[in-house]
Each structure stands twice: as structure tokens, then as C-alpha cells.
């Protein structure tokens, strides 16, 4: 009897701890918050959902606790009532474990100090690239334009290749971003989200290369289901031209 009750013992608490590395629980403070909503959030089958809310008056801490089957894109959106909605929402890349948010009232998004998640942190450095090179193509459009007013049409051309290439150098980072972090969770979703129009060998060489956990994730098997339909449409559209032209050749 013993024995048993010890068996029946470390099974369950075998099943407590499966269970609590499934949940994910979010905590935090926004400074200087007085009064507002504080919503979680989530995307589901391309439709924002909210998961779960938080009225605060007065105690700017909150905490939400969520569970899930892999690693994926949260939100955190507040409704300060003050008539601006800039500066609101934040994202972060969620997954099992306690995950700890601090920001502050004025600047929800820009000053969010996000600990806790692995995924988040590889997301962050990718986003971070992405930043320089979206701040660079601003700097030399503004400079294309000015050089444009002034008539200095060799200097706007100049720039104009700058811009271009600019543009094939972040897409490369992207590309090459996700080939070498096959075994992260954020490299589907990158791809589904920054690389979406990649033909189907790239596409296909990504969701083959991406480790079998990532594969198994919810933005895996998403990208493995984007791959199939991105397939069956250009075959789809090879047998439309096939038979088009057969068509035309008929006299």
C-alpha cells in the first residue's frame, strides 16, 4: 500500500508540473497609471481576442496567467481613457513560466522592460535590427527629397539606389535571421510575418530546416500549412497556364 500511495504520489506530481510549465503568468507595473484597462490579448485565427482584463484604480501592478501549447505573439493593450490611443499597445513573445513587464504610463511601449522569456529576447534582437534598418531607409528618404527639392537630381538617384539597397540588406538580415535560429519558436514567425512572399524553395528550405519542437509549435505548423497552400496555388496556376496555352494552340 505504501508503494502505491508513493506511485499515485509522484504521478501527480508529475502532472502538476507538465501542467505549470504549460502556464504562462504575466505580472508587472505601470508607473504612473492612475486609472485605466488593462487588456490581454492574443491573436486567433487573424482575429484579436482578449484573454483576460484588468480594471486599475490606484495599484498600477497587475497579473495574468494563461495557458498555452507553445511559445507565441501576446498583447497587453491599455485603455488609459484619455482620448489618445498612440502609445498603448505592446507586444511580447510569450511562453511557459512567469514573465515580468515594468513600464510606465507615458510611454506603455517604448520603455517596456520585458524579463522572463527566451523567445521574447531573440524577437527583441530581431526587432532591434529591424529598427536600424527602418530608421536608415527614413534617414536617406528624407535626404532623396531634399536633395529632389533643391535640384540635385544625381544626388537623388544616389540615394534612391541607397534606399533600395537598404531595403535587400534588411531582407537578407530577415533571411538570414531565421536560418540561424532554426531551433527559436520566432523563426516561423518571422517568416510568416516579414517573408511571407519568399518562393516556395525558400519557403520550403525554412520549414524543413526549423527544428522538430519549432515544427510542432503553433507558428510551425501554421508556416507547414502556409507552405502546402502556397504550393497547391502554384500548381493550380502552372495547370491554368498549361491549359491556356494548349488552348491557343488549337487551330
Do not use: W
Not at 483576460?52 to 497587475?62: A, K, M, T, Y
Not at 494563461?66 to 484619455?82: G, I, N, Q, R, V
Not at 534606399?163 to 532554426?182: D, M
Not at 507552405?227 to 494548349?246: F, G, L, N
Amino acid at each position: 500500500m505504501p508503494r502505491l500511495f508513493a506511485s499515485l504520489l509522484c504521478g501527480l506530481l508529475m502532472i502538476s508540473c507538465s501542467e505549470q510549465k504549460d502556464t504562462m503568468t504575466v505580472q508587472g507595473t505601470i508607473d504612473g497609471l492612475k486609472k485605466g484597462t488593462l487588456y490581454f490579448q492574443k491573436v486567433d485565427d487573424t482575429t484579436m481576442v482578449t484573454l483576460d482584463s484588468l480594471v486599475i484604480n490606484g495599484d498600477p501592478s497587475f497579473q495574468f496567467s494563461t495557458t498555452l501549447e507553445s511559445p507565441e505573439m501576446f498583447y497587453l493593450y491599455l485603455d488609459k481613457a484619455d482620448g489618445n490611443d498612440m502609445n498603448d499597445q505592446l507586444e511580447f513573445f510569450g511562453e511557459a513560466g512567469a514573465i515580468t513587464i515594468n513600464t510606465t504610463h507615458d510611454f506603455f511601449a517604448a520603455e517596456a522592460k520585458i524579463e522572463g522569456s527566451a523567445s521574447h529576447e531573440k524577437y527583441a534582437e530581431f526587432k532591434g535590427m529591424k529598427t536600424q534598418f527602418s530608421e536608415k531607409n527614413l534617414d536617406l528618404i528624407k535626404q532623396s527629397f531634399e536633395a529632389g527639392k533643391e535640384g540635385k537630381l544625381d544626388l537623388a538617384d544616389s540615394l534612391n539606389t541607397a534606399i533600395n539597397k537598404n531595403g535587400q540588406r534588411g531582407y537578407l538580415y530577415t533571411l538570414n535571421f531565421v536560418f540561424n535560429n532554426k531551433d527559436s519558436y520566432v523563426a516561423p514567425y518571422v517568416t510568416l510575418t516579414e517573408l511571407s512572399g519568399l518562393t516556395t524553395k525558400y519557403l520550403d528550405s525554412i520549414n524543413n530546416a526549423i527544428a522538430p519542437e519549432v515544427a510542432n509549435s503553433k507558428y510551425g505548423k501554421a508556416l507547414a500549412e502556409f507552405v502546402e497552400e502556397v504550393k497547391k496555388q502554384e500548381d493550380t496556376a502552372a495547370k491554368d497556364e498549361s491549359s491556356s496555352k494548349e488552348a491557343e494552340s488549337q487551330p
